[in-house]
T-cell receptor, first 111, second 116 residues
């Protein structure tokens, strides 16, 4: 899997947008960027993925830079329940192979 | 999305014994994965289990320590053998999504193991 770099922790006020960055400078042309999150005491949860276009679903938006070397996950209106560890993953075999989890970003939503 | 259950949800075991963890999926899936999450750490892939073939183990994990069964398309077990306190972790299974979202995975709730 391509190496990803994320800040270890971030704070965000409840109701504000949470912007989580990820660097993946070694990504190759056909590799997707996936985001998962793990709420305390639960299994990881898929959030969103993208190749080169920006993506949006009911959970979040994913902004990928034009050179594809970095991306930002946006939670538009963060709630306390969004407190979790967020993982940015670029699986070499697509998402169908086992995933390599880095340390992720611990996002803490403050009331 | 697939619904995954694991049994037991938690257990406390004595060193030298073994624990078998079950993973049940509500739909048929080809690929199932087993992960370990040590205290305060991220997830590490143990092995990939395809129905009808031997599991494929990642570097650092061996079949004698972590035997896996995959008898059908909805079920798998992971056994952690000859337990030591270092095996105290959360063990999670996951499955590939087959319903449309490209190559994503769904995870079970995990099994918390404490070895005394």
């Amino acid at each position: 899997d391509a190496k990803t770099t994320q800040p270890p922790s971030m704070d965000c006020a409840e109701g504000r947008a949470a912007n989580l960055p990820c660097n993946h400078s070694t990504i190759s042309g056909n590799e997707y960027v996936y985001w998962y999150r793990q709420i305390h005491s639960q299994g990881p949860q898929y959030i969103i993925h993208g190749l080169k276009n920006n993506e949006t679903n009911e959970m979040a938006s994913l902004i990928i830079t034009e050179d594809r070397k970095s991306s930002t996950l946006i939670l538009p209106h963060a709630t306390l329940r969004d407190t979790a560890v967020y993982y940015c993953i670029v699986p070499k075999g697509g998402g169908a192979d086992g995933l390599t989890f880095g340390k992720g970003t611990h996002l803490i939503i403050q009331p | 999305s697939a619904v995954i259950s694991q049994k037991p949800s938690r257990d406390i075991c004595q060193r030298g014994t073994s624990l078998t963890i079950q993973c049940q999926v509500d739909s048929q899936v080809t690929m199932m994965f087993w992960y370990r999450q040590q205290p305060g750490q991220s997830l590490t892939l143990i092995a990939t289990a395809n129905q009808g073939s031997e599991a494929t183990y990642e570097s650092g994990f061996v079949i004698d320590k972590f035997p896996i069964s995959r008898p059908n398309l909805t079920f798998s077990t992971l056994t952690v053998s000859n337990l030591s306190p270092e095996d105290s972790s959360i063990y999670l299974c996951s499955v590939e999504d087959t319903t449309g979202v490209r190559e994503t995975q769904y995870f079970g709730p995990g099994t918390r193991l404490l070895v005394l």
